[in-house]
């Protein structure tokens, strides 16, 4: 299965023998991952009770399902509308990732992935890049704001008329 992990053994279960990244089951006596700090296992987190009775457990993966999907649905009209577009989205995977392996495993590719771009960004030449992208962009945007002033001045390139 694809973690979307780079460690060659890290093993995704979801099952009542959940595994850890290492490959071990977590909380073994003994073993490395029960004195480690290791991911959540994967899998739903419904309460107990709920889990207990097969059909009160599809109705609750509906449920989450459902509002996941009202989540996201939402980031996504917000890509075009006004809102944190994004926020919304990634709240509706996490809402998923409560219930399902797959958003579990989507939402630790993406931290993943974040946290590398973010180790990136800190990168001294990235960053004098980036400042002298910026930089240049400024100089267009002023070069062309200053030549618009020059040949039309301070007034609109259309007429407005008292109404």
């Known amino acids: ?34 004195e480690t700090a290791a991911p959540a296992p994967l899998g739903s987190r419904a309460p107990g009770f709920i889990k207990a009775r097969r059909t009160l457990h599809l109705g609750w993966q509906v449920g989450v399902f459902v ?42 590719w993406t931290k993943r992935k974040v946290t590398e771009a973010a180790q990136r960004a800190l990168d001294p030449k990235v960053r004098r890049r980036n400042i002298i992208l910026t930089a240049t962009g400024l100089v267009i945007v002023a070069a062309v704001v200053g030549i618009y002033l020059w040949k039309f001045g301070l007034q609109m390139p259309w007429k407005i008329e008292n109404q």
């Open 67 to 108: 509002i996941g999907l009202a989540v996201v649905v939402a980031g996504a009209a917000m890509l075009v509308l006004p809102g944190p577009g994004w926020v919304v989205i990634f709240g509706g995977m996490a809402i998923w990732a409560t219930e399902f392996v797959w958003a579990q495993l989507v939402l630790r």
């Open 1 to 34: 299965m694809n973690t979307g992990s780079h460690d060659t053994g890290e093993v995704a279960v979801a099952a009542n023998g959940t595994k850890s990244e290492t490959g071990t089951e977590t909380g073994a006596p003994g073993s490395e991952a029960a």
